[in-house]
Structure formats: structure tokens, C-alpha cells
Antibody, heavy 119, light 110 residues
């Protein structure tokens, strides 16, 4: 069974930094792209970032480009999201998601982790 | 403002059919597959429809998807109380090179 577990969330002041981790199990980790999708309180889903299975390709949503960096350590089955210059509008639940070639969609979701940016 | 446009709400009585639309452009829905997700309060979203019309294993055939031009739609037939949830469409956008989501539709079972 595919499992994704996010950690590293919490409260941070505007301008601060945070690193989210996504630990995966139940599948061949290096074979799947991993994505981050966030949801601000009471709002809809928004794409954040993606990284390919080998880590060689990444992409970012416009609102986070230049401030967030995605990376992965395939030896530890973990994806990281390094978040810097955080703003109030980054406050959200961040979901780690695995996409399979079977569906091509966001098939397996973590439980989500809350990041709160506030002074 | 979401790239994909969905109605904010939809409703129906038990047993009725509800349809949710998702309007996009030539760079997203016009070119790529549409995906649908539903989200119960306090839980992570779940994949409902992939590649316009297909259902993952375990999703009842009461849920159906379709696509025409730059619009997609999700149909829920035989509406049940447990279908009350938020529903989102998503598609890859070739111009922005990112995944884009609709703003979400809250389905209420009256």
C-alpha cells in the first residue's frame, strides 16, 4: 500500500523559512514523480511543485517560483520542500502526492501538513 | 481566480443526477486530459476520474466524466448523502507548464 507522510510543518514568521519532508513507502520510490499541492484555509487546491523520479526535472507554480525548492533523496525515500521568504498567503495545508503512470493523475495523497505564516 | 472555472455549488435530492462543469482553454483542457477529485471535510482529496472518463478501481460507476472542446464535466447519478463533498477538476496547462485546478464545487444533498 502506498503511504506518504508529511512532516516539518508549523508556524513561522513572515520572511522565515521551513523545510517540509514527505516520506514514502509501499512502492518503488525512484520510479514516481512526487508533487506538492496546497490548500489555504477554506480555499481550493493549488499546485505548488513537482519533481521527477530521478530528481532531474522540477517545476513550480508561479506564486512560489524562486522561493521554494523541491528536492529528493531516493536512498531515503524522501522528498523535501525548502520554503524561504514565506508570506502570509503561503499559509495552507501542504499535501505530498504521488502520481502513477496508470492514471496520470494525483493518485496517492498524504494526510497533509499545516504551515502557518504569521507574526 | 482559478485558471479553470467551476460553479461554486451544486445540489440535488437523493437519487437525482448532478452535473458539474469545468471550463478551460485551448492550452489546458483543449489539449490535455481532465481529472476530477473529491474531498470530504478534513480529509485529503481523492482521485475520482482520470483521463477524462476513466474511474480508478473502487470508484462507483455512478460517477462519470466527459470532455468536449475546452470543457469537461463530472456527472453524479443516483445522488447519495455521502456524496456531499467538494469536487475539483484539474488539468496540465501547456502554456503555464503547471497543473491547474478549478476553484471547486460544493455538492449538497438536500
Amino acid at each position: 500500500e502506498v503511504q506518504l507522510v508529511e512532516s516539518g510543518g508549523g508556524s513561522v514568521q513572515p520572511g522565515g523559512s521551513l523545510r517540509l519532508s514527505c516520506s514514502a513507502s509501499g512502492f518503488t520510490f525512484r520510479s514516481l514523480a512526487i508533487h506538492w499541492v496546497r490548500q489555504a484555509p477554506g480555499k481550493g487546491l493549488k499546485y505548488v511543485s513537482s519533481i521527477s523520479g530521478d530528481g532531474g526535472s522540477t517545476s513550480y507554480g508561479d506564486s512560489v517560483k524562486g522561493r521554494l525548492t523541491i528536492s529528493r533523496d531516493n536512498s531515503k525515500n524522501t522528498v523535501f520542500l525548502h520554503m524561504t521568504s514565506l508570506r502570509g498567503e503561503d499559509t495552507a495545508v501542504y499535501y505530498c502526492v504521488a502520481m502513477t503512470t496508470t492514471t496520470g493523475g494525483f493518485e496517492n495523497w498524504g494526510q497533509g501538513i499545516l504551515v502557518t505564516v504569521s507574526s | 481566480q482559478s485558471v479553470l472555472t467551476q460553479p461554486p455549488s451544486a445540489s440535488g435530492t437523493p437519487g437525482q443526477r448532478v452535473t458539474i462543469s469545468c471550463s478551460g482553454t485551448s492550452s489546458n483542457i483543449g489539449t490535455n486530459f481532465v481529472y476530477w477529485y473529491h474531498q470530504l471535510p478534513g480529509t485529503a482529496p481523492k482521485l475520482l476520474i482520470f483521463r477524462n472518463t476513466q474511474r480508478p478501481s473502487g470508484v462507483p460507476d455512478r460517477f462519470s466524466g466527459s470532455k468536449s472542446g475546452t470543457s469537461g464535466s463530472l456527472g453524479i447519478s443516483g445522488l447519495r448523502p455521502e456524496d456531499e463533498a467538494d469536487y475539483y477538476c484539474a488539468v496540465w496547462d501547456d502554456r503555464m507548464n503547471v497543473w491547474v485546478f478549478g476553484g471547486g464545487t460544493k455538492v449538497t444533498v438536500l
